[in-house]
C-alpha cells in the first residue's frame, strides 16, 4: 500500500535527484492539502549545503524530473519548499487491486516485527474488587495495541498482571471465616466477595483491631497455612471468572496471567541482586535506589518493616518478562497516575545493567469525565464499573434500534455489537494521554464521530454491494476511475498501512479512529456525488469494486481497535 508506494517513487527518484533512496523515503510525506498532490518532498535540508533557497531548489529540481518523468507520476510541481508529486490514477488501482483486493486477509499487514516478542501488560484488575472504568479504558487501550502489534508482525503475549496479592486478602479471608453465611456464595459468588470486602472496611472503622486480625490472617498465607491458601486460590478463581465474563463482553482474552504473587519467591534474589550491584542505600531504615534525577524521589525497595512494595514486584516481574520469557519490548497500559513509578522503575533497571530497560515504555493514559451522570447508574455508588458502562450503552441502542428499525433480526447481537462499538470507539477516538469526555449523546451518535457512524458506513456498503445484482461484487477495475472523489478515496484507502505502522510506532490508537472517520467522510462525499446504482454497468462495476474495497478496510480497521462490524443496523 502507501508504503510500497513510497518506497517505489524513492527509488525512481533516487537517479534523477542524485540521493539515496533512503533519504528519500524517509523524507516523503503526505501534503496538508490534499489539492496540492498524493505526496510532498521538502528540500529545505538541502539549502545550507547547495546554498540555495528552498523554491529554486524545488523548482530546478522539479525540471530535472519532468525531464525524464518517473512512470508512476502524473505530474510534479514545486510549491514553497516541496517538490509535490501526483500519481496515475491507473497506478494506484494497480496497487489497490495487488494490496486489498487480491489479498484481503493480510490487508495492511507488515512483517516489520518478524521474530519479535512483545509482552502487553494491561487491564489487570485487583482480586474481589469490580472494574471501574478506569480498567475499562486499560482494557481497549490495552487490547487494540495488541492488535496494532499483531498487525506489524510481532509474536504478542497479552499479559494480565492481576493483583492477587497482601493484607488485603488476610482482611477478606477473616471476613469469610467471620461472616460467610450471611452472603449467597452459590448463585453470586463475586458479589458477595465484594460484600464482604466492603462490610470489613466498615467494621474496621468502628472496630480498629479487625485490621490486626486481618494483618494476622495474611501472615498465615504467607507462611503457607492450607486453610488460608484455599480460601485465597478461591478467591482469586471466582474473581477471574467475573473478569473473563466482562472481557468476553469486549472481545478481550489475556494470554497469560501473572498475580503478583507469582513473584514472591522472586523478590529476595531481585533485592540481592540491587545488593550485589551497589545500588541499595539504607534511608530511615528503608532501602532505597537513590535516582540520577535530583529532583525525582528514591526508588523505594523495602520497607523499614522489611516489608517489599509495587517497584520491587515491577522489578522482579520485568526481568521475568524480559530474561524468561524473552520479550523484546515490554509494554504497560496503566494510568497516567503511576508515571512516576514507571519511571524509578526503568531507571532502576538500567542502573543494574539490563540494556532492555530502554525497550520497556509506560503506555499511559487520562481519565473519564462524565459530562451527564443522570444517566448512569453505578451499583456501588462509590464508583462507576466497567459493567455498567457498556450494559448501559447496550440498553440504549436497544432502544434506538426498537425506535428506527424495529423489524431489525438480531437485535440484541447487534445492539451489543454496537454498544460496545461505540463505548470502544468513544475512548479511542481520544489521544490516550487526553482526559475523555463521557457523553451518551456523542458516544451513541449515528451521524457524528462516533463508533456507530462507521459501523454503519460499512452497513451502508454493504447494502449497495447487495443492491448491485452481483452474486459476487467485482475485485478488478475495469476503467480508469474519473471522479475526484472515487480518486480521492482510493488514496485514503491506500493509506491505510502507514497508518497502522505510525499508529503502533507511537503506540496510539486513536491515530486509527481518526483514519476510519476519514474513511467514513469522504465515502460519504463519494457516495453523494456519483449514482452508483445507476450508472452503465461498466461504471457501476467500477465504483462497486471501490464499494467492496472501502468494506474491507473499514472492517480491517475496526477489527484492530477490536469493534465488530455488523452486516446490518
Known amino acids: 500500500m502507501l508504503t510500497l508506494i513510497k518506497t517505489e517513487l524513492a527509488n525512481q527518484l533516487s537517479s534523477l535527484l542524485e540521493l539515496p533512496s533512503e533519504s528519500i523515503l524517509e523524507r516523503l510525506e503526505s501534503p496538508k492539502n490534499p489539492e496540492h498532490g498524493h505526496l510532498a518532498f521538502p528540500v529545505f535540508a538541502f539549502a545550507k549545503e547547495w546554498k540555495k533557497a528552498p523554491p529554486v531548489i524545488a523548482q530546478e ?132 466477595l465484594f460484600a464482604l470486602y466492603v462490610r470489613f472496611h466498615e467494621e474496621a472503622e468502628k472496630r480498629p483491631e479487625l485490621n490486626e486480625f486481618g494483618a494476622e490472617t495474611f501472615k498465615k498465607l504467607e507462611s503457607g497455612d492450607d486453610e488460608i491458601t484455599q480460601l485465597w486460590k478461591w478467591f482469586v478463581e471466582i474473581s477471574l471468572k467475573e473478569y473473563d465474563r466482562l472481557w468476553a463482553l469486549l472481545g478481550v482474552k489475556h494470554d497469560l496471567v501473572r498475580g503478583e504473587s507469582f513473584y514472591n519467591d522472586r523478590l529476595k534474589p531481585t533485592e540481592k541482586l540491587l545488593e550485589d550491584k551497589g545500588l541499595l542505600v539504607e534511608s530511615d531504615g528503608a532501602m532505597v535506589v537513590p535516582m540520577d534525577d535530583p529532583k525525582m524521589p528514591p526508588c523505594l525497595i523495602r520497607k523499614s518493616d522489611g516489608a517489599s512494595l509495587y517497584a520491587t514486584r515491577d522489578i522482579a516481574s520485568a526481568i521475568y518478562r524480559m530474561e524468561e520469557l524473552k520479550s523484546d519490548i515490554g509494554l504497560y497500559v496503566v494510568g497516567v497516575d503511576q508515571t512516576l513509578h514507571f519511571k524509578q522503575v526503568f531507571e532502576v533497571l538500567s542502573k543494574m545493567g539490563y540494556a532492555w530497560a530502554k525497550d520497556c515504555h509506560h503506555i499511559s493514559f487520562g481519565m473519564y469525565q462524565f459530562k451527564n451522570m443522570g444517566r448512569m447508574s453505578s451499583r456501588k455508588g462509590q464508583i462507576i464499573e466497567f459493567e455498567d458502562v457498556v450494559q448501559k450503552a447496550i440498553e440504549l441502542v436497544k432502544e434506538i434500534i426498537q425506535e428506527k428499525n424495529p423489524e431489525l433480526k438480531s437485535k440484541d447481537k447487534i445492539a451489543e455489537q454496537v454498544g460496545v462499538g461505540a463505548i470502544i470507539f468513544n475512548d479511542l477516538m481520544n489521544d490516550r494521554i487526553k482526559n475523555v469526555e463521557f457523553d451518551w449523546d456523542k458516544v451513541l451518535d449515528f451521524e457524528g464521530n462516533s463508533g456507530p457512524y462507521v459501523q454503519y458506513c460499512n452497513v451502508r456498503c454493504k447494502s449497495l454491494l447487495r443492491k448491485s445484482g452481483y452474486k459476487q461484487w467485482p475485485k478488478t477495475f475495469q476503467n480508469e476511475l474519473k471522479s475526484p472523489e472515487a480518486i480521492q478515496l482510493l488514496w485514503i484507502l491506500l493509506s491505510y498501512d502507514d497508518v497502522l505502522k505510525n499508529g503502533y510506532k507511537i503506540f496510539k490508537p486513536h491515530i486509527i479512529a481518526m483514519y476510519l472517520l476519514d474513511v467514513c467522510r469522504q465515502f460519504s462525499t463519494f457516495y453523494a456525488k456519483n449514482k452508483i446504482l445507476n450508472e452503465n454497468d461498466m461504471v457501476q462495476s467500477d465504483l462497486m469494486t471501490l464499494v467492496g474495497a472501502t468494506s474491507l478496510i473499514l472492517e480491517s480497521a475496526l477489527g484492530v481497535l477490536n469493534i465488530s462490524a455488523p452486516n446490518e443496523m
Open 61 to 192: 529540481l522539479a525540471d530535472k524530473i519532468k525531464a525524464n518523468q518517473p512512470a508512476l507520476v502524473a505530474q510534479v510541481s514545486p510549491m514553497s519548499g516541496f517538490l509535490n508529486f501526483t500519481l496515475k490514477t491507473q497506478y494506484l488501482m494497480d496497487c489497490l487491486k495487488t494490496t486489498v483486493l487480491d489479498q484481503p486477509e493480510n490487508i495492511g499487514r507488515s512483517q516489520a516485527g518478524a521474530g519479535k516478542r512483545v509482552i502487553i501488560d494491561y487491564s489487570s484488575p485487583n482480586v474481589a474488587k469490580p472494574m471501574s472504568i478506569g480498567h475499562l479504558r486499560a482494557t481497549v487501550i490495552g487490547q487494540a495495541i495488541c492488535n496494532l502489534a499483531k498487525m506489524q508482525g510481532f509474536e504478542v503475549v497479552g499479559l494480565n498482571h492481576l493483583g492477587d496479592w497482601g493484607t488485603q486478602f488476610g482482611k477478606l479471608a477473616w471476613a469469610y471465616q467471620q461472616w460467610n453465611q450471611e452472603y449467597d456464595f452459590k448463585n453470586s459468588p463475586f458479589e458477595s
